[in-house]
């Protein structure tokens, strides 16, 4: 007989931890993140979970779950029955099952209960995620367990969480939304890619997730948390040309926790500016009243491409790199005078492009 716990869900949670559909037949996707980066093996490892048109029997309808692992390498595996996902609408908590031997409603299990009884699947919570899937074409196969402290949602430490997106998220203006889910936190346990298996304890983590019926038309991102000698220092940044009601505009945001404080650069606070090339080089300046920040990420690597949900479905519409390189500095304004508050560095940066066209570089107006 399973155990099924009350309540595996405590965390300090963000506005948007739950589930947003609403049962309706409208056009509608979610998608999660969780990151662990593995400073010690250069390595990061990026778990994608999704699910379009839940309601059921439409062309789109089915979930999937993308891993981009070790050196960039790419594996993914679809869940085409929407019955067998399951999502809370209060907190983070989600899961998909594909082979199983259980003949029940999907629901959270006790991690051993999911390790003896789903095959293929996963589930993932704040403080939680867990899953296998195996690619029968080449074999190759990526199983995980591991636990997360969350430590920073978006927002200043020990204070009530924001949306990422303001309070206007809450309305069904912006599409998609977007949130960070936890900026900073501690992963441990186990990851087992293709035999080679990760053991880690206290690892950098972070979680995202966005959701809609709409799709952007292009969009770039930035986001790390791990930086030489700066453990108490998270930077998320983005930006995306999407439909506000019934047109479309051009936004980005930086987001920096940094010693328990939050600087955020929002379109309603600061003036905000990117030069993002097709791939290679990603340019962001951002400066309020009182803050200024910079950053620059690069890479030489090729990437790998990634599928995303778009208005044709799941399809590869994004280029990804885990270990990209960041140089950040952050300066303070008094009295007219630049005091710089941090410079920092990385080589486990996540970088990102999407949509199109990518054939020219992409400007802040």
């Known amino acids: 007989m399973l155990t099924i716990p009350r309540n595996p869900f405590h965390s300090t949670q963000t506005p948007h931890s739950g589930y947003h559909w609403d049962r309706s037949s409208r056009r509608f996707f979610e998608g999660w993140y969780y990151r662990v980066s593995l400073p010690e093996e250069g390595q990061t490892f990026a778990f994608m979970y999704s699910i379009e048109d839940p309601i059921g ?14 050196n960039d390498e790419y594996l993914w595996r679809t869940f085409p029955d929407v019955g067998k996902f399951w999502a809370s609408r209060h907190v983070l908590a989600l899961g998909h099952w594909g082979k199983t031997d259980l003949h ?3 629901l959270y299990l006790l991690p051993e209960e ?12 704040a403080t939680l995620n867990q899953g296998a899937i195996h690619d029968p074409a080449t ?22 969480q924001q949306s990422t997106a303001g309070w206007l998220s809450f309305l069904q203006i ?11 936190g501690l992963a441990s346990g186990w990851i087992d890619w293709n035999g080679k298996r990760y053991e880690f304890t206290n690892a950098p983590a972070y979680g995202e997730k966005n959701w809609g019926g709409a799709f952007p038309q292009r969009w770039f991102w930035l986001n790390c948390n791990s930086f030489e000698g700066e453990p108490n220092l998270a930077l998320t940044a983005g930006g995306g040309r999407r439909g506000v009601l019934w047109w479309m505009e051009s936004v980005a945001m930086i987001g920096l926790h940094y010693q328990g404080k ?4 929002v379109p309603w606070n600061s003036q905000v500016h990117w030069n993002i090339q097709p791939w290679g080089k990603w340019e962001m300046q951002a400066r309020n009243g009182q803050y200024e920040v910079e950053l620059t990420g690069t890479t030489n690597l090729s990437g790998s491409y990634l599928r995303a949900p778009t208005e044709n479905g799941l399809v590869f519409c994004c280029r990804d790199t885990m270990q990209g390189q960041l140089n950040l500095e952050l300066r303070e304004f008094s009295s007219g ?23 020219n570089s992409w400007q802040s107006d």
Do not use: N
Request: charged share 15%; with cysteine.
């Open 104 to 106: 029940m409603q999907p």
């Open 57 to 70: 029997g439409k062309p789109h309808s089915g979930g999937a779950a993308q891993i981009l692992g070790p």
């Open 262 to 265: 939050f600087y955020e650069f």
């Open 139 to 160: 074999g190759h196969y990526c199983r995980w367990q591991y636990e997360i402290k969350p430590l920073l949602g978006w927002g200043d430490g020990g204070s009530i």
């Open 174 to 184: 912006f599409e998609p939304g977007w949130q960070i889910l936890m900026a900073h």
């Open 337 to 359: 005078q630049g005091k710089i508050i941090l410079k920092a560095h990385t080589f486990l940066c996540g970088l990102e492009i999407g949509g199109g066209p990518v054939e």
């Open 114 to 125: 999911f390790e003896r009884h789903v095959l293929e699947g996963y589930q993932a919570t």
